[in-house]
Structures are given as structure tokens and as C-alpha cells.
């Protein structure tokens, strides 16, 4: 994708005001990686409040829901990725949409069906959904092997896995089937929202360095930086399926 504008850039980000912002929401992704997000886990003490409540309860679950999302850093990353190079906001629409879709179809069917995956390998996918994003920005699929993978597809797919990761902790976390369906609803409301939050602050940002004179030519690192961490996460999470 834009392969012939981005093949040979290289540098460091422009001072200009959208470029900061982008940088500092990238940035603080990173730094803000810790354990807990590494795994793709609930918080401990949201994760004792999921444990010992019964019944409907729908507010509290729409605002886990959303706090997930816009806490998710591999989440985020990847959202980022599929909307680096969008600019109309009905293919914006249609991509995040896909997205909403596989991730939420996972997380209801996998919590419902009790379906769990080892959660180190999930999220190791989860990560390396981020690392093909990053490339097919950069167009390394058009110049590696000549074809450019279905986008829309490919989205869809990395969303069912998104899914998956939450569904699995989730199930880990033993919810009571008093109120499960309402509640699990209730969690995805909630999930999209954060998602809608999470791309407001993305695209404001990304507009903004948009605008600027340096956004192709430093598009490359950021693909690049976001394809990085992408592989943080890969090795975090082999690394616990190995040890543990």
C-alpha cells in the first residue's frame, strides 16, 4: 500500500503538532505495556468484581467493557494499523466495522460455548496480527510476492482472534451463567463503545499529522515502530506458553 511513496523512507518525526500528538499516543502505548496488558488480561480488581457478582448488571458490565477496549494496547495497535491510510469515513466505517464484527462474534460465542484457546498462544496471534498490518502498510506483500492480500478478510479474521483472547480470559475468570447472556451484551455495548472513543483520539491525531508536510515521509517508521511492538508481544507471550 503506497509502497512507492514509503520503500525508501527513513527518518525521524517532524516537530509539527500533529506528528507529536501521533508520536505521544504511539509512545505511551508502548511505555504503557505492562504485564497485565502484555497478556491481554481484565484487572485484578475487575476481575474479583466479574467473580463475585450475580445476576444483570448491565451498567457495570457496558463500563468493563469499554475500560477494556480503551486500556487494550494490542487492540489499539492494531486498530491504528487498518486505519492508517484511510480517509474517507465510510471505508473507515467498513473496516472497523469488520472488525467490531469478528471480535465480538468470538467474544460471545467463545464465552457462551465455553470455547477457550491457550491464552499465550491467542495473544501471540494477537501480536502477530499486528506485525502483518504494519507490513501490508509498507507494501512488503505487493514487493515479497507480487499480490496484495484481502484487506477486508484479513481484518475480519484477526478480529475473530481479538475475540478469542478476550473470550478466553473471560472464561478464566469464571462469570456466573446467572445473568451471562444480558451481561456478555451488556460487555460487547460496552467493548464498542471504548472502540468508538479509542478511534476518535486515533483519528484526531493522525488527522492532525496528516496535514503535515512529514506524514509520508516518516509513515514508514511508524509502521515500522507499530510492526515492532507487534513482535514484543509475539515473544512475550511464546515466552510464557514456553515457561509456563
Known sequence: MLSSLLGGCRGVPSTGTGSR?????????FLGMSTDVLAHAVAQGDRGYIQEITGINLIAFIYLGAKHMVTGYDHLLFLLGVIFFLYQMKHIAIYVSLFALGHSTTMLLGVYFNVGINSYIIDAIIGL???????DNIGAYQRWFGFQPNTKAA???FGFFHGFG????????????DGLIPNLLAF????????LIALAMILIAISF?????GFFRHAYT?????MSAGFLLFGYQLTGYFVA
Open 155 to 157: 481484518t475480519l479474521i
Open 188 to 195: 460487547n455495548v460496552g467493548v464498542e463503545i471504548g472502540q
Open 21 to 29: 500528538l501521533f508520536w505521544t499516543f504511539l509512545t505511551l502505548g
Open 209 to 213: 499529522w496528516r496535514k503535515t508536510d
Open 129 to 135: 496480527s499486528i506485525v502483518y498490518k504494519a507490513l
Open 166 to 177: 478476550l473470550s478466553t480470559k473471560i472464561i478464566e475468570y469464571d462469570i456466573s451463567p
Open 222 to 226: 511508524a509502521n515500522v515502530a507499530m
